[in-house]
């Protein structure tokens, strides 16, 4: 008695269930004298109950779970976990005929050397074909032979081919392990093309069997998107594997050139050069580099192309990703330069990263100011002649009127030698030329004015939902990503049960008088008037930055005369000193943007507010701008929007101990959402999802892995 | 229409300029620009000719089609605003996919040979490289 032939029938599905029953139905009723048949089904991430109608019904089915949406991974572990002579790959939107795999068989007995073979592949209703073999028909495009043709004798013989299709293909065990694994690179689509190739490459013959037939849901589990997508974008991979020399002419005959999809183009040559050096020798590469260098201008432009080889250079992990960070007031110590310095701050190591400014100023200032060691960092002064000419020290780009060209394109030329560009200070007329941008807004101090550039940026990131509501009104733009300002100014000593009868205010005297010093003043005055009992041994502190030549200071040192109560004011004090009265500090008072109706204005975060509850003072803020998002009301403070609700508040912290010290407790906890270590986590998702669209391959959805679209 | 609106857009920009500069009492500047303009214009005069001239009308065709010049010799690409803004005027086309990161590639090719390349290549460019 001869010995049986053992098969593995593999195929691999994705909320496939409505063809399956119908697929195993036929597959169970071939002929399979002689035959010892095993069958794989692997799943991509199902969500229609495939695995599990499977498992139920047949129980003759070995049921593999794939982690990615990928079909070439899939035929890997399917073949991965057969042992069999023969492994036949076949889509299951389909039925087979009886004589299905008996007409594999019949053809593999012609010779040693056939390492695979097509079935006969008709359209579902049996009229006319689908694939007899695959052929080329356009420059690396590929279809099938007899598509869409009436069958005729033409098809009724076995034949060699060149390339055969993954849809009903028979492989003899030794090909499969002399060729090794599919390319999961191509994920799906020309898979079956490369891997035709690798067997002729490999020395193995490629044939076609009239008897093995099986009729094709055609387009059934896939979308024709999905295939014109894949079949152009793995067109490159190919060529770069096979025919390197020619991916160059292979750009203008590609479908993402004709039909002008740049951006698919840019990226599969991207991914298609990578391959290349994984297959191909040194002076292969040089002379497809040089070709490129030649034609692609012609294809992506000079900026383009100028970014393909620098973004190459990274992909290919040959130096490390550069991040330029451009603020063009970096020579002040304001907030907007801490909070882009505790990004350097934090990166420096993993990347090079360099900062763009305007004006001289050294990076060991910002040690001074913030305490931050940027020794890591380069730096690189870029003068912009428009505003030297008008003998301005400042970029101001209100002052570009009528310009034909944009002043701040010396910078957007800068931008192109970082893989990573983030315009760290709301200069909106700034067009970023790097792989990936991102814009940090503040608040959108500006109009939508000429040269208007944000809306070029791949990431929109803002302080707080104050400054995101404004940038939807102003600039009709939806932010990608809220990063709270990070807030350190905890303090060990800090108690809520050690505290002193202080109501601290932290602000600088701005000379607008925007922060409300002298209104709160007068508050604290009118509330030791009229209620001199609960105010008794209370004390106001205000502290803040001023300039030379303050005129405000004026105003506040009159009204502090005028009040004749206890009340201290301090400009420009040491930040001991401040820490000091946080410290002690039972009440944090933050007046800015009360009565105002601009809405630049009012306080778009407010990064006091949450040092003073770090340390357990209780915010008593207006209730308006960023502080709304800071302090909930009633909760871990109270927000105010007139002065007698921030003295009605006041009495009552002040009035009750118990109340004061457990809004206190609440004020800490809330403060964590601020600080640090959230800004530092937040800022990591970010840059790793720009360094997935600098970096990143194509993974198709799979909702076990959660992957986004 | 589009090559008109431009044209209308630029005298327009040019206009106003001169106005700023004027209100800002900026004379010397004034006069400056006015003679680079001068300079301008007739530069992109003599270069229309010398397209038409040299071969014979076809140029002509090519230039009006290819607005500022595409494929000119004479006319270099500056890497000026309306250059610059062509990038990523075009919405992105309908990706199926998603992205992941890859494990770093096992290159064949020697990596100090495509290293030195690609600087190389990076060097030829007029957009020069950092320091």
Known sequence: MPSMIKITAITVTFNGLPYLEGFFSSLMATDQQGIDLEVILVDNGSTDGTVEWVTENCPQVRVIENDENNYARALNLGIASSTSDYVVITNNDATVHPDWLQGFLTVFERDDNIGAVQSKIFFADGEKINSVGVQEVEHFYFADIGFDEEDSSRFSKPKKREYVTGGSVMFRRACLEDVGPWDEEFIMFMEDVDYSARCSEHGWKLWYSPTSILYHQYHGSTSQALCEYFCTRNRFLFVAKHFPLELVDSIPTSHFFKKGELDHLYRSLLHAVQKMTTCQDADTVKQVLHSLRDRLPEYLGDVATYMFFSQLEVLLGLRKIRVGIY????????????????????????????????????????KEWFDLNLDKCSMKIIKIPFFEERNRYTADEGMVLGERTNPFDIISKETLNYDIFINANMLGKVNPLSAVSIFICHFPDQEKTRFFQVDKYDHLVINGDYTGEWVKRRWEMEPSTKLYPPVNMYNPLSNPDDKEKIILSVSRFEISGSKKQVEMIDTFAEMVRQYPEETRDWKLMLIGGSTPGNTYMEEVEAAVARAQCNIEYKANAAVSEIKDYYRRASIFWHACGLDE??????????????????????????DGGGQRE???????????????????????VMGDRNHCRRLAERAYRRSGLFNRKVFRENLDRLLAEAELQLLGHDVLPHPAAGEAA | MLRKNRRVRYIADRASTAYWLLKQGDFREFMV?????????????????IAIADSGGQ???????????????????????????????????????????????????????????LRAILSSFSVRERG
């Open chain 1, 597 to 622: 109706e601009r809405p630049e204005r009012v306080e778009h975060f407010g990064m006091t507010t949450v040092e003073s509850m770090q340390n357990c003072c209780v915010p008593i803020v207006i």
């Open chain 2, 59 to 117: 140029s002509q065709l090519r230039y009006d089609s290819n607005g500022a010049g595409r494929g000119l010799p004479f006319n270099a690409k500056e890497l000026d605003s309306e250059y610059i803004d062509r990038r990523k005027l075009q919405p992105p086309s309908y990706r199926p996919t998603g992205f992941k990161r890859i494990a770093p590639v096992n290159m064949q090719a020697d990596p100090e040979v495509v290293k030195g390349e």
């Open chain 1, 327 to 366: 603020d063009h007031a970096g020579h002040f110590a304001g907030g907007g330069q801490r909070y882009v310095a505790e990004m350097a701050d934090h990166i420096q190591d993993r990347y090079d990263v360099g900062y763009i400014f305007n004006n001289d100023v050294e990076l060991s200032e910002y």
């Open chain 1, 630 to 652: 800071i302090v909930e009301h009633g909760e871990s403070g109270f927000r105010f929007s007139t002065l007698e609700e921030l003295m009605a508040f006041s009495l009552t």
């Open chain 2, 33 to 49: 620009r006015l003679s680079a303009e001068a300079g301008l214009q007739f530069e992109h005069a003599r270069n229309r000719i």
